[in-house]
Nanobody, 124 residues
């Protein structure tokens, strides 16, 4: 089973950018659909973006479409979330997720394996 470690979170001003990384263990990274989710204080965890295993299909929440970009580098066993034009409402713990069996579209509902999260704080 793949293990996931997120990095890249931090404090940024509104309008700024951050890039999150999700490093995966194991040699079968390319077999997993990958996704990013987030949980704001006092709220439930929500879907942000997912990416398919190899053909590059991506899915985004309406709230981040046009500002965030999910990508992956199968040679480096890493998934990324480039976040631009950040808003205070993007403040949350961001979690990386993986699924061996689900499609990227199915992962909108969640993954099977989760990282521990990285905190993103956007100040106004």
């Amino acid at each position: 089973q793949v293990q996931l470690v997120e990095s890249g979170g931090g404090l940024v001003q509104a309008g700024g950018s951050l890039r999150l990384s999700c490093a995966a263990s194991g040699r079968t990274f390319r077999s997993y659909a990958m996704g990013w989710f987030r949980q704001a204080p006092g709220k439930e965890r929500e879907f942000v973006a997912t990416i398919s295993r190899s053909d590059g299909n991506t899915y985004y929440a309406d709230s981040v479409k046009g500002r965030f970009t999910i990508s992956r580098d199968n040679a480096k066993n890493t998934a990324y979330l480039q976040m631009n034009s950040l808003k205070p409402e993007d403040t949350a713990v961001y979690y990386c997720a993986a699924s061996f069996s689900r499609t990227a579209q199915d992962m909108i509902n969640g993954g099977d394996t989760w990282g521990k999260g990285t905190l993103v704080t956007v100040s106004s």
